[in-house]
């Protein structure tokens, strides 16, 4: 079990090392505003916000991200960012919640804070599911795929293994569209007991939205939705989801994880040349997982050169020589690279 959970690390997110004038490699998101196409989108659907959202605007919305993943639109619940899908979990009136991790928090602060039992699954130092060892007991399991922080995108096969009669089991896919083709998502299969958790926030740089959804059957999903406000989500989120799984922004978004794969690829690169610095390895998502020695202070002597990464310490199973940083072009990561090779080089005093 879990045991104690320390609350405030759990919570600890890149947003809060983004301090105002640092360039940010702390936080997961490709751009600093959305794209214009999206932004003249949210523009007119400002016209909406002077009524509630109707049934209409929902199924729209439904509907979009149903054709998008080949489903039906009643396998289809519109959230306030994926994240809020974590905050639903307790509706699912779980007897026992597995985590695997290092993973992301919130579901664990979800569920705890819901009195929820929690059984935390550390995987070994490679981070692969082979190392998983779930209780046999539990009746939800919570992964990433591809996982925050570690990088790592598991094979469908491995993730579809953690299922069975009378297990929910949550896979979150918040960084699935940044990767090319979008391999190993279980998104467009229609599985009983499986919830998978979609974000768009990260691709079209939404976080001051968030714009999410969940997929599973409908039972399912009802369960998930059973205390929700009426209204719950509201016109912007609608018309994102509705604009964002539209097919010229589903091929926007692959030709923007391409991107991202060759910046990724070039960016460990240069890292791993770095002395003392181990990339973990092998990295698919927009962020990169570091090991080098005193990794949390010299993550404060990076703010000191104008430049915010994420400790990586605040994620079960790892350690405060663990540092997270954010993939991006490498006219941006070159004076990153810089600051790093300097501060490792300077003689130790």
């Known amino acids: 079990m879990s045991g104690n959970v320390d609350r405030a690390a759990l919570r600890h997110h890149g947003d809060v ?14 751009a600093d505003r959305p794209p214009r196409w999206l932004r003249e989108r949210l523009s007119v659907a400002l016209d909406k916000l002077g009524r509630y959202p109707s049934a209409q605007d929902d199924a729209a919305a439904r509907a979009s991200a149903a054709a998008r993943h080949g489903r039906r639109p009643d396998e289809v619940l519109v ?11 307790p509706a699912l009136k779980p007897r026992l919640a597995a985590l695997i991790h290092p993973s992301f928090t919130e579901p664990e602060v979800a569920l705890t804070d819901a009195g929820v039992p929690v059984a935390r699954v550390v995987l070994g130092d490679d981070h692969q599911l082979a190392s998983a060892r779930v209780p046999d007991e539990a009746d939800l399991v919570v992964l990433g795929n591809p996982t925050n922080p570690t990088s790592v995108l598991h094979p469908a096969e491995a993730v579809r293994a953690l299922a069975r009669p009378g297990r929910v089991l949550v896979v979150d896919e918040a960084f699935a569209d940044t990767i090319p ?9 229609t599985t009983p007991g499986v919830l998978v958790l979609r974000s768009l926030t990260k691709t079209w740089s939404l976080p001051g939205l968030r714009a999410g959804y969940a997929l599973g059957d409908k039972e399912l999903l009802a369960k ?3 205390h929700r406000p009426q209204w719950p989500v509201n016109a912007l989120v609608l018309e994102a989801v509705r604009a964002c799984c539209e097919p010229g922004a ?3 978004a692959e030709a923007v994880a391409r991107e991202l794969a060759d ?9 791993a040349e770095l002395p003392g610095v181990t990339v973990a390895e092998p990295a698919r998502a927009p962020f990169l997982l570091l090991h080098v020695a005193g990794a949390v202070a010299l993550r404060e002597r ?9 400790r990586a310490d605040t994620f079960p199973g790892l350690t405060p020589d663990h540092l997270r940083v954010a993939v991006r072009a490498p006219d941006q990561t070159a004076p990153l690279l810089a600051a790093l090779r300097e501060l490792l080089e300077e003689p130790v005093q």
């Open 17 to 30: 090392e983004a301090l105002p004038g640092l360039v940010d490699f702390a936080v997961n998101v490709r």
């Open 224 to 226: 998930l939705g059973l």
């Open 250 to 252: 589903v091929a926007e």
């Open 302 to 310: 990076l703010r000191d050169k104008g430049f915010a990464v994420r």
């Open 181 to 189: 083709g979008e391999p190993e998502s279980l998104a467009g299969e």
């Open 263 to 271: 910046h990724r690829v070039q960016f460990a690169k240069a890292l």
């Open 79 to 89: 959230l306030n960012g994926a994240a809020e899908g974590f905050a639903l979990l």
